[in-house]
């Protein structure tokens, strides 16, 4: 949730500056965060492999994966931040139609592409607490991102706390601040508890091709499917843009909420793809349907409170984001959309990362392709061949937790998954 939270954070001051600005940090934002989920989908993979070895008792292997892990996230963090540099602004000319949130999005982009050397180091450590199971320094970590977040935030955004006023450009120098001072947070930690000796973090041992070939067969589905599924909801946005401006605006604000109704959903989705893994290196596959239908219960339950709250007081939930009204009173009909796709998704989610738990990725990857295609086609033919609305539009959610439950469910039933080693 950590760069949600800077989302949501961003959201909620740029809120107050203006539409361009708001709608420039929401395509921006996308734009960088398909990147992002590019590595972490390695960082899936990661988790899956470390969680099995926990399971199996295998300390050495954990650190050597871990390691490995590095050997590709490195490279590829230096890939990601060139196509930030140098495509950024070709790619988005080309499908923004306002020239106002194009040129605000490129601005955007300039001081918050350094960050995602940051984030990549994030992913890795994330993937190492969760696979053996010590998740409480990710809350602290989440914790001192938002926070160095909101303060940065509230200084350069508005010119208080003697910093200059930089409007949307200071809403991206503090987010990356904030992600480096994270990092240094985690490395600190590291070395605190002393994991990088128990666990045999940063030895570099000689590169071994075979350990490194089958980790990166397990990951490359995630990656993918992460890197589709991000980048089909930033082509949401992107033709959400094209109902203007205010369309744009009320989206961002949306997706904030939205990333709010996910809290649980995506931590309790991440304990499931660990824990499956961890039960079926152990050999307790007898477990794992017990699992899913607990979790899948907490999942549903964490998300009906935060869901309950927002269908007593919409207008106050939504003023955290703007104080237009016309904006508040266009929103509400998409909040309580987003409510359903939010309860449909807190199953769905559960369901989905306990398929990639088992190590077949190959399938997880199959699922999510045909649900995002659907779900393409179905944006396309509702808002622009249709003509249909910002709430037409936004309920597509519902569709792609329908679809994602149903078919994560089915191979949980009836797939092979049982006997796969990885």
Known sequence: MAQNLINVTDTAFLGRVGEVELGASALGGMFYLVLFMLALGFGTGTQIIISRRHGEGNHHLIGKTFDHALYFLLPLSFV?????????????????????????????????????????GHILFRSFYIGIAQTKVITWSTLVMALTNIILDYGLIFGNLGLPRMGLEGAAIASTIAEGITLVFLVVYVRQRQHHKSYGLFRFEKF?????????????????QNFLSFGIWFAFFLIVEKLGEQALAISNIIRSVYVVLMIPIWGFASATNSMVS??????????????IRRVAAMSAGGVAILVVISLFVPEALLR?????????????????????????????????????????????????TLTLILYLMYVVVAVRWMGGGIVTAWLVEVLYGMMLSALSFLYLLKGNWRTYKI
Not at 103 to 117: C, E, H, N, Q, T
Not at 278 to 291: A, D, Q, S
Not at 328 to 349: D, E
């Open 320 to 368: 955290i984001y703007t104080n237009d009204l016309v904006l508040i009173h266009m929103s509400i009909p998409v909040l309580h959309v987003v409510n359903v796709g939010a309860i449909l998704l807190a199953i769905g989610f559960v369901l989905f990362n306990a398929v990639m738990g088992t190590g077949k990725t190959n399938i997880s990857f199959a699922i999510e």
């Open 278 to 291: 961890y039960l079926i290196g152990m050999r307790r596959h007898e477990l794992i349907f017990k699992l």
């Open 208 to 224: 071994d091709s075979l350990l490194f070939k089958r980790n990166f067969r397990l990951a490359a589905p995630i990656m993918v």
């Open 80 to 120: 990601a931040f060139g196509i930030l540099f140098f495509f950024s602004t070709p790619i988005l000319r080309s499908v923004i139609q306002s020239e106002d949130v194009f040129r605000a999005s490129v601005d955007f982009l300039k001081y918050r592409m350094p960050g995602i050397f940051f984030v990549f």
